[in-house]
């Protein structure tokens, strides 16, 4: 009788496990890349790019599947013979590395220690103020604002409002006559935080009218100021095309509120909303600026084609310095970019970078005096919150402790920038001092021994 070949039951630890919250997204698509990329999102919200082989490997693990079968599928897919020992060092020197599939033995939560991408520039703190499905029920409303000759017809209309407001009206008396009184002054924040609000929507409507499926409008802490943002992951399917109505869908629909805000003008004859339509300039000119986490930067990428332009400033500098003064560690550059995507993002980096040390510089030399300022209006508004509540002056107490807010939060989020700044830096410099302690420690074994054997 032949002896047959009897295969044992895969372990527990051949069984690979995604972490928790993972969600594949699929090619990138419109990138300049040499190569095809594809994305994926980890629990944390942490995007992470991967090769087709990468994809093919994660796509087949499901927490049941053992490394054997999931090699099978993978090869057949690939069009190349993979083996279940290819399987486990790609699952253990790239995947669990990038925080996507959970080591064996371990809890399937994305840990700590993942990697993160601008963990200084990222919005922390993250809530929820309407759920996907309210999200989504707008969007499909409001999809019709971004057809073609809608479009048109509003930057037609707009060109005309400011020639009108700016040429021929003039908008500084509607601004001093907010600034005038609490009342206005409370009715133009009020108006401004409506157009932070419907410019979330320009971005799940614009999604939706690429083909894609907008997720919750929340808000966290950007840097030290609160932010909103919209979930618009599921745009990263569409063409480069959608994703940039996506990205200018929310400057979009400031102008839309804008254009609202004058019919109200022409109706009631109020110089309240001409002041909030001049300051809603401002936030659009806020919102296209390329340098920080903003609408300007994602449409930066998306016209360069670079999804992470922040995640390759390191690399690209560090792969300037000669070799001596890198160390051992070689060169990083940037990885698998067409020519034209380099030198977009070359260009970029040599412009971020000295604009991001000259902020920091001035901010620094002048800290002194914008403290010193900054604490005495405080108290100043302090001093007028408790006169105006004590006189019976709601909408002056109201505007006073609207300043108090404004004043104090860029010193709690200056204070929890710093806390973030130095847990990088210590995450940083804890192998380099486990190192050192590591060293000291076989220093005193050595000398203790050496002291030993000469006694």
Not at 97 to 102: E, H, T
Not at 230 to 239: I, K, L, N, Q
Not at 278 to 304: C, K, N, S, W
């Amino acid at each position: 009788m032949p002896e047959e070949e009897i295969e044992s039951a895969p372990t527990t630890a051949d069984i690979p496990r995604r972490t928790d919250g993972l969600e594949l997204l699929g090619r990138y698509q419109g990138v300049e890349y040499e190569d095809l990329v594809y994305l994926a999102r980890r629990g944390d919200g942490q995007m992470v790019q991967l090769s087709f082989l990468l994809f093919l490997v994660i796509q087949e693990i499901d927490g049941v599947r053992p490394t054997a079968e999931i090699a099978q599928r993978v090869g057949r897919a690939f069009g190349k013979d993979v083996s279940a020992d290819n399987v486990r060092h790609l699952l253990e020197h790239r995947l669990q590395p990038l925080g996507i599939v959970a080591e064996p033995g371990a809890p399937t939560a994305v840990t700590s220690d993942a990697p993160r991408n601008d963990l200084l520039l990222g919005l922390m703190g993250r809530r929820t103020l309407v759920p996907p499905p309210a999200v989504r029920a707008a969007a499909r409303a409001l999809a019709w604002l971004h057809r073609p000759a809608v479009t048109a017809t509003v930057l037609a209309a707009a060109v005309a409002m400011d020639l009108w407001l700016f040429l021929v009206h003039g908008a500084m008396p509607a601004v001093l006559h907010s600034l005038s009184s609490p009342l206005p002054l409370l009715t133009v924040f009020a108006l401004i935080v409506g157009s932070l609000v419907f410019h979330e929507f320009g971005h799940a409507s614009a999604c939706h009218h690429a083909g894609a499926t907008p997720g919750r409008i929340g808000c966290g802490l950007y840097l030290i100021w609160p932010s909103l943002y919209t979930d618009v992951t599921d745009v990263y399917r569409a063409g480069r095309a959608g994703r940039l109505r996506t990205d200018l869908g929310g400057v979009y629909f400031n102008v839309v509120y804008m254009l609202a805000l004058l019919a109200g003008y022409a109706v009631t004859g109020h110089p309240v909303l001409l002041a909030a339509i001049y300051l809603g300039h401002f936030e659009i000119f806020e919102q296209l600026m390329p340098t920080a986490r903003l609408d300007g930067y994602y449409i930066l990428t998306d016209v360069a084609g670079v999804p992470d332009l922040y995640g390759r400033v390191g690399p690209l500098l560090r792969g300037l310095l000669p070799r001596r003064a890198r160390g051992d560690r070689p060169a990083e550059p940037v990885p698998a970019l067409t020519r034209r995507a380099r030198s977009t993002v070359t260009v970029w980096v040599f412009t971020l970078v000295p604009l991001m040390l000259a902020d920091l510089g001035y901010g620094l030399w002048n800290l002194p005096r914008i403290t010193a300022t900054a604490l005495r209006s405080l108290d100043a508004r302090l001093h007028t919150a408790t006169a105006a509540t004590v006189g019976g002056h709601p909408a002056s107490a109201l505007v006073a402790a609207l300043g108090v807010v404004l004043l104090a939060l860029p010193f709690a989020g200056g204070g929890w920038l710093t806390v973030r700044l130095l847990r990088a830096v210590g995450r940083r410099l804890r192998p380099a001092g486990d190192a050192l302690a590591r060293s000291a420690a076989q220093y005193l074994v050595v000398r203790a021994k050496r002291e030993r054997d000469q006694t």
